[in-house]
């Protein structure tokens, strides 16, 4: 069948709407794994700099303690350090949750839709195939043996058409669930990676460790919040 | 004579006050040199986290305009992300200052000093070789020719003593000026190191650049402050 589409032969079943929607998510998709990228890359980073503040803060508390001409000078660069280590391990936290929760998204939620997707495609060509055969039999001249392959080409059309409209709905379904739960994931993750972000960048440390609180499954009381089934899996 | 020192065999001129600052110094430069390379490291850490700051800026503010469903919060994550930017680069030029004058003190200030040192530790080697040279003239029979030797001897013994001594107090003044500088120098960039790191990681824009136009070299009005003879190299 898809030879025959390719050649011009042979028509094919178009659910336009439904193959927009499939275009739309596999768009979806590449742009979230590039922002999944970039929060990993943020995370090196970030967890890199981290590392560094921490030497850092070590060098400048030996050095404070050791030049007692820059004591000062030295002991406040030691405490600020030290004070950025501890809040950059907490932002640590919150983005290493952001990247997890993008990554079961993209990962495991789109990419099921997508094999569902796949299975969709095969459906679609294999019922094409077999309501082609059917209508090339049915324009043809009609003995008893024709009735026959007709009668059993009937049979395999109705079973291909089944199971294409059975698969399409699946995807219809999955569509619309996936729909809501990337709205839902991503509106709490961007809300998350922004408070923690700006309360981070605005060296407001409660704020922070609120924000944590807040958003973090695993400091929640189970039940509290109906989790979506997304973080359930 | 370093053999001679070494099987036992002559005597070695000892500075003690000296020696003892001339070790403070090695240990200082060795501690600054770790200061400079974990600067440096914080330098890369820190320029790679703006770089990815920015390219999730502008992905966000992408899909800011492409996700109807979610354009407020990848809206206000785009906003974020490149306010952390453009700070971030300020930032960046304050521990480039930082870098660029440990740099100077450590390689350049130091450097300079340990290299009289080093003619000052040679001349010490050699002075005391033609004064043991002269002791043992001196101890052996005394007849015509001896005396010559002697008296060539007390020549070349006067010629590497004022050597000596002309490099000793040369090392003396430069280590009396180099720590005048080293505090001179580390009292400013570790104040305008944290101060420009407590103001960014406070968020606070205006302390930030405030703190950059306050410390720069480049910024100030020249002649407006005697900057310190290291910066003028």
Redesign the interface.
């Known amino acids: 069948q898809m030879f025959s589409e390719r050649f011009g032969r042979g028509t094919r079943t178009v659910d336009l709407e439904l193959e927009a929607q499939i275009d739309v998510l596999r768009e979806t998709k590449l742009?979230y794994e590039?922002?999944l990228r970039?929060?990993q890359?943020?995370t090196a980073?970030?967890y890199?700099?981290v590392q560094?503040?921490q030497?850092?803060g070590d060098?400048?508390a030996?050095?404070s303690q050791?030049s007692p001409?820059?004591q000062d000078?030295?002991g406040?660069?030691a405490e600020?350090?030290r004070l950025?280590c501890k809040?950059g391990e907490t932002l640590l936290g919150a983005i290493n949750f952001f990247v997890s929760s993008i990554n079961t998204l993209v990962n495991k939620t789109m990419e099921d839709t997508l094999m569902t997707i796949k299975l969709y495609e095969n459906a679609r060509l294999e019922f094409d195939a077999y309501r082609t055969d059917l209508e090339e039999l049915s324009t043809g001249p009609r003995d008893a043996a024709t009735m026959m392959r007709i009668e059993i080409a009937q049979q395999e059309y109705q079973i291909h058409k089944d199971k294409y409209e059975r698969l399409r709905s699946d995807v219809t379904i999955k569509l619309k669930f996936l729909e809501e739960n990337k709205?839902k994931v991503?509106?709490k993750q961007?809300?998350l990676?922004?408070n923690a972000?700006?309360a981070?960048?605005?060296?407001n440390q409660q704020q922070l460790e609120q924000t944590l609180r807040q958003f973090s499954v695993k400091l929640k009381p189970p039940g509290s919040d109906k989790p979506s089934w997304l973080e359930e899996q």
Do not use: R
């Not at 981070?200 to 060296?203: H, I, K, L, R």
């Open positions: 742009k590039h922002i970039l929060a890359s943020l980073n970030f890199n700099m560094t503040q030497a850092l060098t400048f030996d050095l050791k001409e820059l000078e030295f406040y660069n600020t350090q950025l809040n709205v991503m509106h961007l809300l990676f922004h972000i700006s981070y960048f605005a060296g």
